[in-house]
Each structure stands twice: as C-alpha cells, then as structure tokens.
C-alpha cells in the first residue's frame, strides 16, 4: 500500500529520506499531494510493504497517511500532537 | 480536481490572467490588474500608515483573496488555525520582501502581468527572482526551518477575515480618518468598482486556495522536485494576460501592450535594482514558504504565520513611502538602494542561523 508522510519543514523530510535508505526502504521525495493538504511542503512517499512507518517516527513528521484502495485520496493514520 | 491537479491548475490560471487585464479595463492602473504588493502598500497608506498621497486606497481584491481563501476553506473543511513558527522572524522576512518588491514595483503576480503587458523590465525581475530562489533553495537543502506550528484555536485563525470584513465596512463607509487618494492623484485614484474588485479578489482567493497557486513555489518545486505543476499555473497567467491584453489593445482606445523596456506604465528601466529588488522578492519567499499571494491565501486559511508576513508587509510598505525607499517611474532611490542591500544581509543572516546554528545545536 502507497503511504505518504508529510513533514513540518522541508529539510525533516530530506533527512528521513536519507536514513530511510540507509535502512534499505524505498522512498521518494515530493510535493504534498493537493488530496491530502492544502499545504505545500515536501512529503516522502514510500511503500507500507517495505515497512510500517509508524515506526520510525521523528519529531519532524506531521502526518502519515495511506492511499485510499479506490486510489482517490489519503486516509490519515497517524498525526503529531498539536498539529 | 483531478488527482494530479496539473490540468486544475492551468485554467485557474488562465482564468487569473483574464481577470487581471479586465480589471485594467475596469480601472485599475495598466499592467496592475493584481499587485499585492501595491495593493498593500496602497492599504497602508489608506489607513495612514505612510502619508503618499498618490497611492491611498483600500484596496477590496486584497479583502477579497483572504475572505474568498477563508470561504473556500471553510466550505471544504481545510480552515486550519495554526502558528508559532517563528512569527516575528516571518515578520521580518514580509518586510524584507515588501522593500524588495518596492524596489522593482511590483510583486512575482504584477512581474508576470507586466510581461503580459509587454513590459521586459520584468526580465530583469525574473532574473532576479530565480537567483532568489535558488538562493533560499540552498538553504532549504542544507536544513533551514523556522520550526514547527502548532494547531490553534478557531478564534485566532479568524482574525484575519476579521479585519478584512473591518477593512471592507471602512471602504464603503469612507469615514474622514481614511485617505483616499483624490481624482487624478496617483495610482490609488484608479481602481474598478468596488464590487468587481471584491468578486474579482474572491475569485482568486478561491481559485488560489484551491490550487496552491505560488509564484515561488512554482520554481521552487521545478528546482526540487521537477515537478512542473505549479509553474504551470505562472505560465497560464502570462499566456492569458498577453492574449487578453493585444485582444483589448485592439479592440479598444486603449493601450494594454506596449513592447518594450521604456515608456511602461508605473516601472523604470534601471536593470540591476530590478534584479536586486525580485532577488530580496525570491530569497524572502522562499524563507517564508510562499510569495505574497500564497500568504494572503495562507492567512484566509487560518495561519497565523502567514498574517505575521502579511503584516511584515504591511508595514514594509509604510517604512518605504516613509522613509523614500519605493522606487517610482523615474527610477530607484538611493535610500532603497542602500535598504536592499541591507535586506539582502538580513535575509542571509536569518537563513544562516536558522540553518547552521540549528543544525550544530
């Protein structure tokens, strides 16, 4: 399942993506989707097969959320306190 | 909106750009259909922030960005209160951007318009603002952050269409504390109606709201990401304000193209504080997360950060008139000179320690 986390500033999601893979996931860096926010910062997309995100929170991460099965937009599954 | 939103974003520009050169047909100064910068400015000295007679006027797209911005996102369930990122550093960083822009005359919205209009002084501006860009990019990859927001409570994101609703109500009941600039005056004299300006101003909001719409974050993301979505909507509004603007020189008495870097309407010709003054203009947006217009749209949504730059350049905008910074047709000053060299300087200095002396804490 396609996944994508949002971070509260661009470099937080640079950095995840470095440590991600060093640890052997898969990710991509891009614009937040306009579906999920109306925000435009930087995300990372990665894949839940390769590993649950959930654990691997830091405190840069805003949001993580999983495509929709129908493919039309995100589903929120996980949120920082306060954000 | 399809899930790319590419497609979106082109008519929603397209759409801006028509809406621009009508309000020129309107009565809006030539080539400043939409400027927030001036629009500002003139807001500022409406309210007597700064004493420039010729550019005095409240202006209602400005109203109309934020309430349509505000509107739209309430309507869709995107209203968001949220803030404390830095306030006071984006504060200084709306300043900055309101000198530079003042320097070119004009915002990275007016700089398309203007070469929608034929105006190539706006290369220059372009320029400038790409190296802008790329400036504030290096930093962005090298760590910078003004830190997190934090969510906040519903009252707080509603001030600023609180005002904006303030600010309309002394538009139409034009009390004697209000400067209006007087007929013939200046720029502030020449506007539409207040009602097409406040539809015309909605429509944008709403449309920019919508689509993300950013004059830097359009470059910003080609640069990043090679993801052309947002500067397609830039593109959409040069195509469609030069299309509109040799349809109305035809088809009317009036002059809405003229090619050309000399004899254009409310710019100079001196190239390097062009570039300079649209370098303050990319740096800053990028350090702020958005050109004017996105922290308009920002501030409608319920960010208190974005009305911290908002007010940044509310007040940027009376310390230039104040104090000789903004440029005029005839040309730079040598007070804005000198204060865009030195906003250059702050802006570095704020990049720097929000990028290094973070990272080695």
Known sequence: MKCVITFFNHFGAVRYKKEAERSGWKVQLSPVPRSLSSSCGTCVFCDTLDADPRERITDEMEQIAVEEQSGDGYRTIWRAEES | ?361
């Not at chain 2, 974003?9 to 030539?30: D, E, K, M, Q, W």
């Not at chain 2, 005002?163 to 504390?177: K, Q, T």
Request: proline share 4%; glycine share 14%.
């Open chain 2, 1 to 361: 909106m399809s899930k790319s939103g590419k497609f979106d974003i082109i008519i929603a520009g397209l759409i801006i750009g028509v809406i621009a050169s009508l309000l020129v047909l309107f009565g809006n100064p030539a080539n400043m259909g939409f400027c927030i910068a001036c629009f500002i400015r003139d807001t500022a000295g409406a309210l007597g922030l700064h004493q420039a007679p010729p550019v005095q006027y409240i202006r209602p797209e400005i109203i109309g960005i934020i309430l349509g911005s505000f509107a739209i996102a309430l309507a869709k369930g995107e209203f968001s209160p949220k803030g404390g990122s830095a306030p006071l550093t984006r504060f200084a960083i709306g300043f900055c951007v309101m000198i530079g822009c003042l320097m070119f005359l004009g915002c990275p919205f007016r700089m398309i318009i203007r070469l929608g209009g034929g105006d190539l002084n706006a290369l220059l501006g372009i320029a400038g603002f790409v190296l802008g860009i790329l400036t504030g990019v290096f930093f962005l990859n090298k760590g910078y952050s003004l830190k997190r927001t934090y969510k906040l409570a519903a009252t707080e994101g509603g001030i600023m269409p609180a005002v904006s609703v303030v600010l309309l109500v002394l538009l139409i009941a034009a009390p004697a504390f209000i400067h209006f600039t007087q007929p013939e005056g200046g720029p502030g004299a020449k506007h539409a109606a207040i009602a097409i300006s406040l539809i015309a101003g909605a429509i944008v909001g709403i449309l920019a709201q919508r689509t993300r719409l950013c004059m830097a974050g359009g470059l910003r993301d080609v640069v990043l990401f090679h993801d052309f979505r947002l500067i397609s909507g830039f593109c959409a509004i040069f195509c469609a304000c030069l299309v509109m603007n040799l349809i109305l020189t035809a088809a009317t008495s009036g002059t809405y193209f003229h090619l050309g870097f000399t004899g254009q309407a409310i710019a100079h010709t001196d190239g390097l504080w062009n570039l300079l003054g649209m370098y303050v203009v990319g740096f800053g947006a990028i350090l702020l997360g958005g050109c004017p217009l996105r922290q308009l749209v920002l501030s409608g949504e319920g960010n208190t950060d974005s009305a911290m730059a908002v007010l940044g350049l509310l007040v940027g905008a009376a310390f230039c008139h104040n104090f000789g910074l903004a440029s005029s047709g005839e040309g730079p000053t040598a007070n804005g000179k000198i204060a865009v060299v030195i906003c250059i300087c702050v802006l570095a200095v704020i990049a720097s320690v929000n990028t290094f002396a973070k990272n080695d804490s």
